[in-house]
């Protein structure tokens, strides 16, 4: 069974910081790409940040130099640093696993709530 479960989110000041933990297990982790998005109820989903197999990383315009993805295969687990943290940084949050060759093999987490207060 496959399973992601997300954890860090919370209740953080504007300038705050926190870091989502996406725990992975029933994949082979080291095999998928890895990612976190973001959602309000009704909107679709956007990518903050993704980060390969082979360790490369892309993110979203709006946390470009404020959030850092990394990965740990020995953990099969994929994290969120989130600094500076703003208002509308205010979602849902989403951990995504997708294999790296076959991307209809794709998986997500329940979710974990961040609200930024100002």
């Known amino acids: 069974q496959v399973q992601l479960v997300e954890s860090g989110g919370g209740l953080v000041q504007a300038g705050g910081s926190l870091r989502l933990s996406c725990a992975v297990s029933?994949?082979?982790?080291?095999?998928?790409?890895l990612g976190w998005y973001r959602q309000v109820p009704g909107k679709q989903r956007e990518l903050v940040a993704a980060?390969?197999?082979?360790?490369?990383?892309n993110y979203g315009d709006s946390v470009k130099g404020r959030f850092t993805i990394s990965r740990d295969n020995a953990k099969n687990t994929v994290y969120l640093q989130m600094t500076s943290l703003k208002p509308e940084d205010t979602f849902v949050y989403y951990c995504?696993?997708?294999?790296?060759?076959?991307?209809?093999?794709?998986?997500w987490g329940q979710g974990t709530q961040v609200t930024v207060s100002s």
């Open positions: 980060v390969t197999t082979g360790g490369s990383t």
């Open positions: 029933g994949i082979t982790f080291s095999a998928f790409d």
């Open positions: 995504n696993a997708r294999h790296r060759t076959w991307t209809t093999i794709n998986y």
